[in-house]
T-cell receptor, first 108, second 117 residues
Framework: GEDVEQSLFLSVREGDSSVINCTYT??????LYWYKQEPGAGLQLLTY?????DMKQDQRLTVLLNKKDKHLSLRIADTQTGDSAIYFC????????FGTGTRLKVLA | NAGVTQTPKFQVLKTGQSMTLQCAQD?????MSWYRQDPGMGLRLIHY???????DQGEVPNGYNVSRSTTEDFPLRLLSAAPSQTSVYFC????????????????FGQGTRLTVV
């Protein structure tokens, strides 16, 4: 079946860039998403990319999509302590397949 | 506009007990779904519904039942709780068939943390 993989942890210093990576197996999804989960909270849509795009930029966030390698990445520029959270990549329409989540820790 | 509301926020059950996790949305969304979140495993789909009266199984449906008698509500029933069902449960809703750039985003509840002892 479909599978979405992420590394579990990432630690960066405040002000540095963070890059969170994701690989997926199902190439039929129209959209790929990044969700953010803050401690004790639900998931919030951070950004998304249409499958026919290679890159999408949204303020401090840059999403890169490599369809050939089925690789998705999220770059957060000038990472702040408020960015500390779990980040999930996901694919699907009304029912989603989520990655395992990457816990980002930002060190002051 | 409350969005997606889940109750309770926390629950402790004994093995073998049954209970219902409640989920309600006030956005007139057609699609609703239940996920469980376990460490290192992300979110896995339990059951979903594409409209009132229509439900289907997701990836991990065993031990859970759902029904969708109204558009607003999508309760998840644990028939006989087991320690393996200790998890955080999330309900989500979205408009059916609407692309995300036109407002088809999925909204998630705050979660229910369930412990089965």
């Amino acid at each position: 079946g479909e599978d979405v993989e992420q590394s579990l942890f990432l630690s960066v210093r405040e002000g540095d860039s963070s890059v969170i990576n994701c690989t997926y197996t199902d190439s039929s999804s129209t959209y790929l998403y990044w969700y953010k989960q803050e401690p004790g909270a639900g998931l919030q849509l951070l950004t998304y990319i249409f499958s026919n795009m290679d890159m999408k930029q949204d303020q401090r966030l840059t999403v890169l999509l490599n369809k050939k390698d089925k690789h998705l990445s999220l770059r957060i520029a000038d990472t702040q302590t408020g960015d500390s959270a779990i980040y999930f990549c996901a694919q699907g329409t009304y029912k989603y397949i989520f990655g395992t989540g990457t816990r980002l820790k930002v060190l002051a | 506009n409350a969005g997606v509301t889940q109750t309770p926020k926390f629950q402790v059950l004994k093995t073998g007990q049954s209970m219902t996790l409640q989920c309600a949305q006030d956005m007139n969304h057609e699609y609703m779904s239940w996920y469980r979140q376990d460490p290192g495993m992300g979110l896995r789909l339990i059951h979903y519904s594409v409209g009132a009266g229509i439900t289907d199984q997701g990836e991990v449906p065993n031990g859970y039942n759902v029904s969708r008698s109204t558009t607003e509500d999508f309760p998840l029933r644990l028939l006989s709780a087991a320690p393996s069902q200790t998890s955080v449960y999330f309900c989500a809703s979205s408009y059916g068939g609407v692309p995300i750039h036109l407002g088809g985003e999925a909204f998630f509840g705050q979660g229910t943390r369930l412990t089965v002892v």
